[in-house]
């Protein structure tokens, strides 16, 4: 597949789409950056340079580039845990980690490692972005109801301080903040009706009078831009930068690869992974060295651009230069948004992932159901970068005990045709006479292939009548070197007891190397059965009843 991007061309829906998403986008970004512990003009930062560099470099017609909540969390624990709470010495951390992040990706797109999001399976991600939303509305409330501000991102601590200090809420932001919720969730009902965009007008229309009753505003922004260079870390300090850094990496392509698979699914357009992972580079890298924020291609912006009738990426193009005029001419109305307000906003993104239903998937199929309610106890209970980290790997560990389980399946020919069955399954399925065919359920390799031999042998023992056995490998693309050794035991062994061996349904490049190994008993004529009825009729001399390659 070319690495070409897909050519823009200009399209009036496409001007509409970029005017229509920017308004939403802006006080996103300024939002976002609270939920970072950065300054707002950081979000914006990241908003323009994400929108520029997507525009025109990226593949996907609809993603937007851009700050997102997830990653913002992400950064926020990262640069408390690596900086401390000062604001300087955060924002210095966090573009660091930005830098590397923004490396990370281009390491893994020159690597062509497209399915790295691969990594987080989908059970965990929508459990911890279930946990991650609640986190993330714990740590708005101080900004809707006046709480003094919390730190850390350890939920029981966190309810602990908020009830603690409940006798300091500020009851005119606390008032200003539900009503721009509940405004929020009231134009849901009414189509078209932009929610946000109301809210914060309405906002700055009153910020006067709210801010002589001591309701925050966001406060000037800066958006000198200068490149520089980073301050990169201490001695002790590269390993876990580089650790946050690849927890970048893994939750902004995950929730980017979502965004863009999604969307390119539902209108049939092509995916190119490890060019977007390229793009995603470009972009942290200089979200990085211009201290922005972490940028991905977040589900909203996709989905609001894809919504609002965008036909190319000339949308997200137009986008910037309107972020870059609101900027200009609107700036200090923008600073007049109260904080209670952007709360507001947050609270109502993130509540589209409390939605239990997201779930009721994996408890109808009775899968995964303890690896999504772990990935949101992790959250909940270690933090966020902690508690991903933990459900990623809790992930690995199950996949991992699932492989490593030595199944093994006897195998017997159905209704006298040409398929082969577990006879467990299939009591009425006949073994041939004198032979006995084993099938392992999950691939051979080092983890299980001792077991699956194991397995092997005492079935054999059962057989007193045996001649032949039959090894179906047909789960294993690959051998590694324990699983060669022990096929060479198992083989050496049935030569001991004068039982031969043959080797059904094997991919051309695992009888390539079994012809490399030289095991006992098997030579070339052992290992040319295309399917297990081949190596039936050849030990019972008799034609296969089919030509056909893909029969059991």
């Not at 809707?144 to 350890?154: A, Q, R, V």
């Not at 980290?389 to 992930?395: D, E, H, M, R, T």
């Not at 195998?411 to 073994?431: E, I, S, T």
Request: with cysteine; proline share 5%; net charge neutral.
């Amino acid at each position: 597949m070319s690495t070409a991007a897909p050519r823009i061309s200009i399209n009036a829906a496409d001007l509409l789409a970029g005017l229509a998403i920017a308004g939403l986008l802006v006080p996103e970004a300024v939002a976002y950056s609270g939920i970072a512990g950065m300054p707002p003009q950081a979000g914006v930062i990241a908003l323009f340079i994400g929108l520029v560099c997507y525009g025109l470099l990226g593949t996907s017609r609809f993603a937007i580039v851009s700050s997102t909540s997830s990653s913002a969390a992400v950064l926020a624990a990262g640069t408390l845990a690596l900086a401390g709470g000062g604001l300087a010495a955060r924002v210095a951390m966090a573009a660091t980690l930005v830098l590397l992040g923004g490396f990370c990706f281009l390491i893994a797109g020159f690597a062509r490692l497209g399915g790295l999001s691969h990594l987080i399976a989908r059970p965990v991600l929508r459990g911890y972005t279930f946990g991650l939303a609640i986190v993330i509305a714990l740590k708005q409330l101080p900004h809707l109801g006046g709480w003094p501000d919390l730190h850390g991102d350890f939920v029981p601590l966190l309810i602990k301080n908020l009830v603690e200090t409940s006798n300091q809420v500020h009851l005119v932001t606390l008032g200003t903040g539900v009503i721009a919720l509940a405004l929020l969730f009231a134009c849901e009902r009414v189509r078209r009706l932009p929610g946000s965009l109301l809210v914060i007008a309405l906002g700055v229309i009153a910020s006067g009078w709210l801010a002589a009753r001591g309701v925050p505003l966001t406060g000037t922004i800066h958006l000198q831009m200068s490149l520089g260079m980073p301050t990169w870390p201490s001695g002790d300090q590269w390993l876990p930068s580089v650790e946050m850094a690849a927890a970048l990496l893994l939750i902004l392509y995950a929730e980017s690869y979502s965004s863009i698979r999604g969307f390119a699914l539902k209108h049939n357009d092509p995916v190119q992974a490890n060019r977007d992972l390229l793009v995603l580079g470009v972009a942290n890298v200089l979200c990085g060295l211009l201290q922005g924020m972490p940028v991905g291609a977040g589900y909203s912006g996709t989905s609001a651009n894809e919504a609002a009738g965008a036909q190319s990426r000339l949308a997200g193009l137009v986008a910037a230069v309107t972020v870059l005029l609101m900027v200009l001419l609107l700036l200090r109305w923008i600073e007049r948004i109260p904080l209670a307000v952007l709360a507001a906003i947050v609270i109502h993104a993130v509540s589209k992932s409390w939605r239990l239903s997201v779930f009721r998937p994996y408890l109808q199929w009775k899968r995964d159901r303890l690896l999504a309610l772990a990935a949101v106890v992790a959250v909940l209970s270690l933090g966020i970068l902690n508690g991903l980290l933990v459900a990623i790997v809790f992930s690995l560990i199950l996949l991992l005990r699932q492989l490593a389980a030595a199944r093994l399946d006897v195998l017997g020919r159905l209704a006298n045709g040409h398929d082969f069955v577990d006879v467990a399954q299939h009591p009425d399925a006949a073994q041939p006479p004198g032979i006995l065919i084993l099938r392992p359920e999950e691939p051979l390799f080092f983890a299980n292939a001792e077991s699956v031999m194991g397995l092997a042998r005492k079935r054999v023992a059962e057989r007193k009548d045996l001649k032949q056995v039959i090894l179906s490998l047909e789960a294993s693309p690959d051998l590694d070197s324990t699983a060669l050794e022990a096929l060479g035991d198992f083989s050496a062994w049935l030569q001991s007891l004068g039982i031969g061996l043959h080797v059904a349904r094997l991919k051309d490049e695992t009888r390539d190397l079994l012809l490399r190994a030289g095991l006992p008993q098997l030579s070339p004529q052992a290992l040319n059965n295309w399917s297990v009825e081949d190596a039936v009729s050849a030990l019972l001399g008799a034609p296969s009843s089919t030509g056909n390659e893909f029969s059991e």
